[in-house]
């Protein structure tokens, strides 16, 4: 997956990808490029899992 969306930024960005990775509570992966990007979502992809506290977050 973590191949996949590196793979997704760099070939739509026009030039610049950066990538980040923090720690506070949690770990943060931020991915970021200067491409044209994709519409919002509507919604989110799958339903949450059992125990997620957010639709985009695993149980």
Known sequence: MLTNLL???ERHADSTVI???R???EAV???LDDGAG???L???I???Q???TSPYQAG
Do not use: W
Request: hydrophobic share 40%.
């Open 29 to 31: 992966l931020e991915v």
């Open 38 to 40: 994709i519409a919002p």
């Open 46 to 48: 799958c339903p949450p």
């Open 42 to 44: 509507a919604g989110p």
């Open 7 to 9: 793979d997704n930024a």
């Open 19 to 21: 990538v980040t990775v």
């Open 50 to 52: 059992s125990g997620a």
């Open 23 to 25: 720690r506070n509570s």
